[in-house]
């Protein structure tokens, strides 16, 4: 057994890598042989060392043989990667009289997808004898036919090819006949028979010789045949042919019936001994006589069955001409008929591996299936290339008849979850014959899409003193990815309000995105709870976004209006002391409350609710200022009880009573009044009022660019939409929404003031309110807000946001308004 490796390893792998990179490696440079009728399991080569590999990557890539054929004749070790062979191989019945008998293999691998190309070339032993298929060959010479005559004699077949073929042929010796070869083109030795010497009937009527074929194997094998030569009796001239061969051609699949070749040979004789009849001699092919019809009379010869170039591109015919003369006479000829191709067979896409789910980060130039190219014609009809639409993100690379599908661009599952693919083989040959083959590769997901919120940030309004456990709002996010890798979770981000963390004010299901409020809210405690919001996906690694929340509390009418003067801690029975006499309009004393609500439920009225006489007083309904109805006269009594209700403008309102004891007395000059404040009315101006003016002054201009500050920020919150979420409360339009600043001077007045944020399309009022126990001067003390996260609100344009479920947008023009309490 011979087995040879003809190039070596190290060369091939320079190779691979420096010329034709990864696609060269299986170029068909690796090369085994084989010899013929080896017994099944004999080793071939050691195909995974000689392509690089270690015995780790040996089991790692699962090598497999690629095509059915070479899994027909070969074997590959799973474990050592040798190549073994499966079947015991007979070159003659493989590649027949072919020279050279080469057996493609394939070879795939996995991880990554691969095929390598080499060829098991099988070598032919001397197992095949040459022979003749006629044992006894006649042939007919006049007795007076000159010397140097010559009469083809059949050849010897061997199946062995090469030197294992007919090399040589030997005759019988005899003092008549010698033997001549000839060397046809193509390479085919024939046999003749040379008449050497005038033949005497008389002396020899038959001779006998025998032709021996030899063959060029160690050991040579040989076959024989018998010629018997009949010297005839009769004078006469055998048909003559213009040639001894014919050659033509002629292409396949031609209509029976047609003229191949029109013989001609001819007799110099008259009469029957000058008439020709054509015929195949014995020795030719039965599938020659098959296929084709000789005419005996013209010599036409005419193409009769399905001539297949695939199954025989060449023919030869010995034709024989006789004539009918007595003796008969014949003439030889031969004619050899090339069958030309023409393009009869579609190619064939034959796939050899696919992948049929690829994931989308896929990198380019990653092989994802392997294709095999089958075209039985030659030439530029069995040519054939294999084309991809334009425009997908896949290519061919090939080789020979390989092609590998390689990607080629960027794979988005998004947007192209499936690539349906259709191929088109096509043969160079006129016209081209096609084969269409349809290959489907499925993207498969990678998390590379981090899950969206719809919006960048989400409201909620809940009016205060809600039940806990409602729902706030509902969060929705996306995700364009597919299964874990869009299954969202939303969380809240760990802050703390006001000391506690902000999971005791909202819970998040983090499935749903629901929002649900933990506890009731308190507008007076808290105003806007401001949370950051996570969703995730359950890809691997997670992708996460944010957003922010916004929660505000609307204000409800719970409190009371608290009663700041006459304060509740005094003396029972404290009398406010009025020096007589006392006019009509006398401002007796005034009623200060505060509420702490917002808006309508801060906005207090006093009225009376009793008083010992009803015609002396009044109160002023939005000052709480007592002033005398009708002047104090000598008849009334001296000490009066009022009882005066403070009632807030909320929906129900709710109420305080205040009682003042007023006592009217004599001018005593020792005593001085409680407050200066409350005699201002009547006295001449003062230092006391210079200072006055000039902090007034001071103040005012303060409060003038607070003022213009604030004018210019709401000129600039131009639109701002609000979003409403599930559950929220209507919001009244016409509800202003206060914000409550206090201050108690040194000398007992009060300053607030209030800023009111219409959610009326277009107002939005600052109520800048001043209730100090002053008569004749109105102070505006214009605050900046007090609450520091509305504050960023109203200066965020961006932070009132649509609610999707609503789908619905809200635009709040703010304008700012002044007004006075
Ligand atoms: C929210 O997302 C932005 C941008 O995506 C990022 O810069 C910021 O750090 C995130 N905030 C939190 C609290 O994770």
Redesign the pocket.
Known sequence: MDFRKHLNTWLWQVLCVFSLGWWGCFSGQLHYTLTEESEPGTFIGHVANDLGFNAEQISERRLKLGSEESRRYFVIGFENGELLLNEKIDRESLCGFTSSCLLPVELITEKPLELFHFTVEVLDINDNSPHFLNNDRLIKIAELATPGLRFPLENAVDQDVGSNAVSSYEMSPSHYFSLNVKHLKDGKLLPELVLENALDREEISEHHLILTAVDGGQPSRSGTTKITVLVLDNNDNPPTFDQPVYKTSLPENIMPGTLLIKLNATDVDEGPNGDIEYSFEDHTLKSVGRLFKLDPHTGEIFAEGNIDFEENSFYEMYVRAKDKGVPIMEGHCLIQVEIQDSNDNAPEVVVSSLETSIPENTPLGTVVGLFNIIDRDSGKNGKVTLKIPAGLPFTFRSFENHYSLITDGILDRETMPQYVIHLVAADLGSPPMYTERTIVLNISDVNDNPPIFSHHSFTAYIHENNAPGILLCTLFATDADEEENSQLKFSL?ETFVAGSPISSYIYINENTGNVYAQRSFNYEFLQLLEA?V?VEDGGSPKL????TLYIFILDQNDNHPKILYPALNREPTEHQRIPRPVSSGYLVTKVTAVDADSGYNAWLSYSILEASDPSMFRVVPHTGEIRMIRTLRESDDSTYTIVVLVKDNGQPALSSTATIFVSFEEIVQDETPKSQDYQTSHREPSDITLYLIISLAAVGSVSIITFTVLIVKCLRAKTRSICRCTGEPEVNDFQCHYQPTLQLNSDGTLKYMEVKTLTRPTNQCYSTCLSPALERTDFTFLRPLDFPQLKDILNDEDSLSMNSEFGEIIQVRKLVQRTYC
Not at 544 to 547: D, F, I, L, R, Y
């Open positions: 981000s950051t996570f996460k976004s944010n957003a």
